[in-house]
C-alpha cells in the first residue's frame, strides 16, 4: 500500500509533464518554439507538436490575411488643395523569425503600428506627387497599386507581407467644404447660363428664318396675286371696250345712268349743280311747241325721268307762265311756249337754281 501511494504523485507528474510537452498548432496560425526568450523552432504546419515542458515556451501567431485600417489624414497633392484621404491594407505574417526579431517585446500590436507609419509615408509621398483630379479620377487605381508596392518594400523588413492598400474616401477637409460647394454652384450656373444662351442664339435664328421664309412667300403670293388680278383687270377692259366701242352712244348713256344710280342714292338726295353741266345730258330734254317749234325747260314739281338727248320733247308750265331768268332754256330765240304745249308726265324738270331733288335706287 505504501509503494502504490508513492507511485501515484510520480505518475500525475508524467502525466503532466506528458500534456505539458505537447501543444497543437492550428491550420490558421503559427508557432514559435523560445526557449528563455530564444527561437529554438518555427511550427508551421498545423498538427500536433512537441516541447520541453517547462523550459521551452509557444508564442502563436496569426496566419491568416488581416485587415489593417489607417486612421484618416490630410493630404496635399500638387495643386495644394488638401483632401482627407481614408485607407486600409490588407497584409499576413511572412516570416516569423523576422517578424520576432522586429518586434521583440510588443508582438502584432508593435508590428501593426510601425506598418501604419510606413503606410502613411507612402500615401503622402505618391499622392503628393499628383494632381487632385488625377486622386478622384480612374487613375486612382494606379496610385493605390503604386502606394502598395512601395509599401511592400518596405513592410518585408518587419517580417509582414503587404498584399493590398486601398483607398476608401477621399474627401475635402471641413472647413473648404463650403467654399468647394460655392465654386461647383458657380461653375454649374456659368455652364447653364452658356447653355441657355446658345438655345436662346438658337431660337432667334430659327425664328429669324422662319419669319424671313414667311415674308418671301407673303411676297411670292402677292406678285403672283397681283399678276393675276392685272391680267384679269385687262381683260374685263379689253371685254369693256370691245363692247362700248359697238355702240359709243349707248356707252355714254349707261355711264350717265351708272353715275345717276350712284348719285342718286338714299330716300333724300340733293346735288347742287350748274345748269349747263354735263351732268344733266340726259336729265333735260329738247321740246317742240305749237307752229313755231320752240323748245323750252321748265321747272316742275315731278320726278326727273331719264331720256335720251335726242328726244325733240319740250316741257311747258301748267298756267301758261314764261320760264323765269334763270331757268334752263333749249330754244335760241327765248320764245315763250305756246298755251296748248303741255308737258309730258314723264319729262324731267330742272329747278331754275341747279338744284336736283329726287329719289335714288
Known amino acids: ?7 501515484l504523485p510520480i505518475a500525475a507528474v508524467i502525466l503532466v509533464a506528458i500534456f505539458s510537452s505537447v501543444f497543437v498548432v492550428d491550420e490558421r496560425q503559427k508557432a514559435l518554439v523560445l526557449q528563455f526568450g530564444r527561437v529554438v523552432d518555427v511550427k508551421q504546419d498545423p498538427g500536433i507538436a512537441f516541447k520541453i515542458p517547462l523550459i521551452q515556451d509557444v508564442a502563436y501567431y496569426d496566419d491568416r490575411i488581416l485587415s489593417r485600417d489607417i486612421d484618416p489624414m490630410e493630404v496635399t497633392p500638387s495643386d495644394d488643395r488638401r483632401l482627407v484621404v481614408d485607407a486600409f491594407a490588407r497584409y499576413r505574417i511572412a516570416d516569423l523569425l523576422q517578424f520576432r526579431e522586429a518586434n521583440p517585446t510588443g508582438g502584432t500590436e508593435q508590428a501593426e503600428q510601425r506598418l501604419d507609419d510606413i503606410i502613411r509615408s507612402q500615401m503622402r509621398e505618391v499622392l503628393g506627387s499628383v494632381s487632385s483630379n488625377e486622386i478622384l479620377s480612374e487613375d486612382r487605381a494606379a496610385l493605390m497599386l503604386r502606394i502598395a508596392s512601395a509599401s511592400r518594400t518596405r513592410a518585408a523588413n518587419l517580417g509582414l507581407q503587404v498584399i493590398d492598400v486601398r483607398l476608401k474616401r477621399t474627401d475635402l477637409p471641413p472647413q473648404n467644404l463650403d467654399a468647394t460647394f460655392a465654386r461647383m454652384r458657380a461653375e454649374r450656373e456659368r455652364e447653364a447660363a452658356d447653355e441657355i444662351a446658345r438655345g436662346e442664339e438658337a431660337a432667334q435664328r430659327i425664328r429669324a428664318q422662319a419669319d424671313r421664309t414667311v415674308i418671301e412667300l407673303t411676297s411670292d403670293a402677292g406678285r403672283e ?8 383687270d385687262a381683260r374685263r377692259n379689253s371685254i369693256f371696250a370691245e363692247a362700248f366701242s359697238s355702240d359709243p352712244e349707248f356707252f355714254e348713256f349707261y355711264r350717265s345712268l351708272t353715275a345717276y344710280t350712284r348719285a342718286l342714292q338714299g330716300s333724300n338726295s340733293t346735288l347742287v349743280l350748274s345748269p349747263d ?27 326727273p325721268a331719264l331720256l335720251p338727248a335726242s328726244s325733240q320733247e319740250a316741257t311747258a308750265p301748267a298756267d301758261d307762265s314764261t320760264a323765269p331768268e334763270n331757268d334752263v332754256t333749249a330754244p335760241a330765240d327765248n320764245a315763250t311756249a305756246p298755251d296748248d304745249s303741255t308737258a309730258p308726265a314723264g319729262d324731267a324738270a330742272v329747278p331754275a337754281e341747279g338744284v336736283m331733288t329726287g329719289t335714288g335706287n
Open 1 to 7: 500500500m505504501k509503494r502504490t501511494a508513492y507511485l
Open 225 to 232: 396675286a397681283e399678276i393675276v388680278r392685272g391680267e384679269a
Open 277 to 303: 353741266s354735263e351732268f344733266f345730258d340726259y336729265l333735260q330734254t329738247d321740246g317742240i311747241a305749237g307752229s313755231s317749234g320752240a323748245a323750252q325747260r321748265e321747272i316742275g314739281s315731278a320726278q
